[in-house]
């Protein structure tokens, strides 16, 4: 374990320094500044299972997992084999490859809710065709979402978000024109009556629903009993659409996703992280009905020059098929309610208020006694102590995601012993909070 004294971050504050003249914020990504938790932002070198290593040769176990991808650990030999193989045959060829195919069949055979499904390169762009298609299907323009969620940076979705821009603390985002979101609209997270007043209120002019059926963007919000059916209802009655945000639950929360571990089928799912292992891939997919009006089946448009590349659908090949070996599911979820408990036991025992929870490879925790529903109820934590836990945490060389903001991942890499040295690490950061 390191200790705080020998905590050297000379390399980070060189490289982040240049690193500012060079990219908005010195980073290509917003919550990797680290500015809702403060300190230097560590510039990493290398990663493998569950430990990522700092420029300054600091060594974490790393519960950030790049946001969800590392499932089975960092760079794990039998994908980085299949992709040094797979390079021998080229980078990208812009046309069909068998391998879009296969990626393909496995994540139909996994997914309840998905039929037919198109691969593109990021969450982001996921759920911004998924939008186009709802509306194109229904032929109504409104949307619900819910506060706290995040769905990715397209316009129609900052309103509310979270992630990134819940730990930046931005109202919205500038550059968003009103046309763009004056068709978004917003409910609490777990409150059904909210999503019934809007279909009231907005009749026969709302398209569907898009919600993060586990929210990892709030923190970690698991859904009340009841939410997601309650949804499935509400929107069969309105003849609006369903649409679960897997970007992060999906392969994490069980192979087939939220939707399977609560048995609530969608009617469209969006998908990334796990599903390109570490290399960039997103994808939408639902009903053959409804995705047969993606181009060039059908007239709704969408494209990419990168999408479905052999390297990224290879990665993503193999994760899922590393992911299929049994018993995966459990052990992620005995190794995180481990951690989970372990934390929240100690955080109790040393006088904090906490709450929180995890489900299969996915925690969270609060600096609050609870109970935490959605996002009002999140913002109420205890920001500032977050912060400081967070980076007692750090110099004892364990890496937590740089917000209240977001989820904590483990991976199949994750031992026994890591979860008790987080555990030890934690009982010395929250005695001397
Ligand atoms: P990307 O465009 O970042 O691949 O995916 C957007 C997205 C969509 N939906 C959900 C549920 C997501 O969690 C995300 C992205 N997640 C964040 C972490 N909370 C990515 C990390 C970052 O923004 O740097």
Known sequence: MVTTTSFNTTKSEEIFAAAQKLMPGGVSSPVRAFKSVGGQPIVFDR??????????????IDYVGTWGPAICGHAHPDVIQALHQALEKGTSFGAPSALENILAEMVIEAVPSIEIVRFVNSGTEACMSVLRLMRAFIGRDKIIKFEGCYHGHADMFLVKAGSGVATLGLPDSPGVPKSATNNTLTAPYNDLEAVKALFSENPDQIAGVILE????????IPPDAGFLEGLREITHEYGALLVFDEVMTGFRIAYGGAQERFGVTPDLTTLGKVIGGGLPVGAYGGRGDIMSLVAPAGPMYQAGTLSGNPLAMTAGMKTLELLQKSGTYEQLDRITKKLTEGLLNIAKETGHEV?????????????TAGPVHNYDDAKKSDL???????????????????????????????????????IAA????????
Do not use: C
């Open 47 to 60: 990663v493998q299972g569950a430990y990522i290593w700092d420029v300054d040769d600091n060594k974490y």
């Open 426 to 433: 934690a009982k010395e950061v929250l005695s001397s909070l």
């Open 384 to 422: 500032n102590k977050f912060a400081r836990f967070h980076r007692g945490m750090l110099e004892r060389g364990i890496y937590l995601a740089p917000s209240q903001f977001e989820a904590g991942f483990t991976s199949l890499a994750h031992t026994e012993e890591d979860i008790d040295q987080t």
């Open 355 to 367: 709450y929180g929870g995890q489900i299969s490879g996915m925690f969270g925790m609060f600096f």
């Open 213 to 220: 059926p586990v929210v990892g963007n709030s923190g970690f």
